[in-house]
């Protein structure tokens, strides 16, 4: 059965404290792997898609990167403007997406 | 670019009523678009594939005659929940996909909330 599985739930971190949020998937021939943000009350803001084991991307303090079983978006120096639930997402080949449940953040100043 | 709205963003009914939500992709054209349901703290739940000019496609357990969608045309779907009742209570978003597009990336509306009486 496909899944999407973030860790942890919940992070809280200091202004400038960087870190890592996981996204570990088992999805059936994997067509795409999305990170969303999604702040209270508002639907998911597209922030990168990734396609193959390796690839990187880059947006201001976010970095993410993809391997054959898990996608982690890296956070470097983060802003309290940055707290927010972070959505993984995972396309596959049976054109289904499949969200995971999300990782919130918080950054305190 | 890739933006997408949602109409209304915020609706209270009674119970037995039906309501209808709005989404428009406003600066692209999208074939299919999607409709999740979101409870607190919750993620993303798919209710249904919404596909222009035909049938939608919906998902285990979700009632065709309860959640009525229709995609009259390129830039706009519509889901209607049917005799609200409060455990329809919920956030209720769209997606789009950019047919401009290659790539299957999926571009969200802001939400409606709505609260069934």
């Known amino acids: 059965e496909d899944q999407v599985t973030q860790s942890p739930e919940a992070l809280r971190l200091q202004e400038g404290e960087s870190s890592s949020l996981n996204c570990s998937y088992t999805v059936s021939g994997l067509r795409g792997l999305f990170w969303y943000r999604q702040d209270p009350g508002k639907g998911p803001e597209f922030l990168f898609t990734l396609y193959s084991a390796g690839e990187e991307k880059e947006k201001e303090r976010l970095k993410a990167t993809l391997t054959k079983k898990e996608s982690f978006l890296h956070i470097t120096a983060p802003k309290p403007e940055d707290s927010a639930t972070y959505l993984c997402?995972?396309?596959?080949?049976?054109?289904?997406?499949?969200f995971g449940s999300g990782t919130r953040l918080s950054i305190r100043p | 670019g890739a933006v997408v709205s949602q109409h209304p963003s915020r609706v209270i009914c009674k119970s037995g009523t039906s309501v209808k939500i709005e989404c428009r992709s406003l600066?692209?054209?999208?074939?299919?678009m999607f409709w999740y349901r979101q409870f607190p703290k919750q993620s993303l739940m798919l209710m249904a594939t919404s596909n222009e000019g035909s049938k939608a496609t919906y998902e285990q357990g979700v009632e065709k005659d309860k959640f009525l969608i229709n995609h009259a045309s390129l830039t706009l779907s519509t889901l209607t929940v049917t005799s609200a009742h409060p455990e329809d209570s919920s956030f209720y978003i769209c997606?789009?996909?950019?047919?401009?597009?290659?790539?299957?990336?999926?571009?969200f509306g802001p939400g409606t909330r709505l609260l069934v009486l």
């Open positions: 997606s789009a996909r950019d047919n401009g597009q290659v790539q299957e990336t999926q571009y």
């Open positions: 600066d692209f054209q999208a074939t299919t």
């Open positions: 997402a995972a396309y596959s080949s049976a054109s289904k997406i499949i």
